[in-house]
């Protein structure tokens, strides 16, 4: 058989395949998500995500200093609130000495080069596990984005290096860059969740935090997985409202999402391999049903493939050993 061209050449062997690959994935596009827990001493696994833990500061610094060696840049902290300053204003979650602020300060005084990015929503701090301030059962929403800027300009006194709001509120991008300009936080950058689905795949996650919504969904926020268009709508939105970096969140389940809004921004983009992304995985892996590092590494390149400059993944540490970096 005669042909012209052969396809198959450029993959015969490791070398030809790693030297034409279009796509890699290096420790420092991830961001590791951390669970922070009030106390000392504390650290818990997370029932629905093995080999995930939240732990108290002391522990969390450490782990830091651990990502930090291995090459991680980023985190992204997300705290758990005792149940008693849990209330309906979220107002906890601007307290100067509150747990995510002093967590803030005590990874920058520890690992000063680490980026430290912080959600910003209600959920964690709201007595009824939604996103923002609940009127007559409603998500009311520009009394919620009052609160997020209060919570913006919190984490960047106590030294964020990014916010991260998460709430998927109307309007909350232009606020809190607003909000950031008048306080003189001029270096704090924003990475919104700006195409944020109501996704099932977040359950785990809830329980890690202890933050399911007390009533109904978040579909009045969050956007319906139907959607495709919405997507960039929000994004472009986000950016002209002062967003330094969009994300899409979930990932697997959007990555045309993922590779529409790259395609249409000039910002970078990220991508969150949420929890129950994980757990689908540890759990077939547990089963003997796939190979678990294959699946992760399989996982994160086509994120990045999808589009994603950045991806926020619970699988930082499988990663780095997969890599052997
Ligand atoms: C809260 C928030 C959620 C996640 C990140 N920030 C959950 C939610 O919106 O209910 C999910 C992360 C994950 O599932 O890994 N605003």
């Known amino acids: ?5 052969r396809n198959r050449i450029l993959r015969q062997s490791p070398a030809l395949r790693a030297m034409v690959a279009e796509t890699i994935v290096l420790p420092e596009h991830l961001i590791a998500p951390l669970f922070i827990d009030e106390g000392e001493g504390i650290i818990t696994e997370i029932a629905s995500m093995p080999g995930y833990y939240r732990r108290s500061l002391d522990g969390t610094v450490k782990e830091v200093k651990e990502l930090w060696q291995k090459g991680i840049k980023s985190v992204l902290l997300f705290i758990k609130c005792k149940d008693e300053w849990k209330d ?3 107002r906890e979650a601007w307290n ?4 995510m602020q002093r967590s803030i300060k005590a990874i920058k005084d520890a690992v000063p080069g680490m980026l430290v990015m912080t959600d910003v929503a209600l959920d964690p701090y709201s007595s009824y596990g939604h996103d923002g301030i609940v009127e007559n059962g409603q998500i009311v929403n520009d009394p919620t984005v009052e609160a ?3 919570m913006s300009i919190s984490h960047a006194k106590a030294g964020a290096d990014f916010v991260a709001p998460s709430d998927m509120m109307d309007g909350r991008i232009g606020a809190i860059r607003k909000g950031l300009e008048e306080n003189g936080f001029v270096n704090t950058g924003i990475m919104a969740y700006s195409a944020k689905y109501a996704s099932c795949f977040y359950g785990p996650f809830r329980d890690a935090l202890d933050s399911a919504p007390g009533f109904g969904d978040k579909k009045t926020y969050q956007m319906n997985y139907a959607n495709r268009i919405e997507a960039i709508n929000e994004t472009l939105k986000d950016i002209e409202e002062g967003a330094d970096i969009v994300m899409v969140k979930p990932a697997l389940s959007y990555l045309d999402i ?8 000039t910002v970078p983009v990220s991508a969150y391999n949420i929890s129950g992304e994980y757990a689908m995985i540890k759990a077939a892996a547990k089963m003997g049903w796939i190979d678990e590092d294959k699946a992760i590494l399989e996982t994160l390149t086509s994120i990045r493939r999808a589009g994603a400059d950045l991806v ?7 990663f780095v050993r997969i890599i052997g970096a």
């Open 1 to 5: 058989m005669y042909l012209q061209r």
């Open 88 to 90: 309906n204003t979220g």
């Open 96 to 99: 100067e000495n509150g747990l």
């Open 148 to 150: 997020l800027v209060k």
């Open 258 to 265: 993922i590779r529409e809004v790259k395609n249409q921004v």
């Open 312 to 318: 926020a993944t619970y699988f930082v540490h499988d």
